[in-house]
């Protein structure tokens, strides 16, 4: 059964930082890709960071050089630093494994991690 379970998300000021994880289970995780989706109110989920099995990265603009992915395969989590955050990075975000097409791997979706970012 595959599961992810995201944490670290929270209120912070802007210009603020927070550092988000997700432990998945019921994959095999370190021959997938990995990536995290945000989901704001009222837009569709959209792929903002994934890293490949071989440890490269790629970001969507609005995130490059304040966002960093990184894996831990020995734990079977992905985390997302995020520094220098914006008020339109409120989302909640998520983890799952890309495709080519960012579309996500797996029907599966965890309940994700409410980031706020507002003075």
């Known amino acids: 059964q595959v599961q992810f379970v995201e944490s670290g998300g929270g209120l912070v000021q802007p210009g603020g930082s927070l550092r988000l994880s997700c432990a998945a289970s019921?994959?095999?995780?370190?021959?997938?890709?990995m990536g995290w989706y945000r989901q704001a109110p009222g837009k569709q989920r959209e792929l903002v960071a994934l890293?490949?099995?071989?440890?490269?990265?790629k970001y969507v603009d609005s995130v490059k050089g304040r966002f960093t992915i990184s894996r831990d395969n020995a734990k079977n989590t992905v985390y997302l630093q995020m520094k220098s955050l914006k008020p339109e990075d409120t989302a909640v975000y998520y983890c799952?494994?890309?495709?080519?097409?960012?579309?996500?791997?797996?029907?599966?979706w965890g309940q994700g991690t409410q980031v706020t970012v507002s003075s």
């Open positions: 799952n494994a890309p495709r080519n097409d960012d579309q996500p791997v797996f029907d599966s």
């Open positions: 019921g994959i095999m995780f370190r021959i997938y890709a």
């Open positions: 890293i490949t099995s071989g440890g490269s990265t």
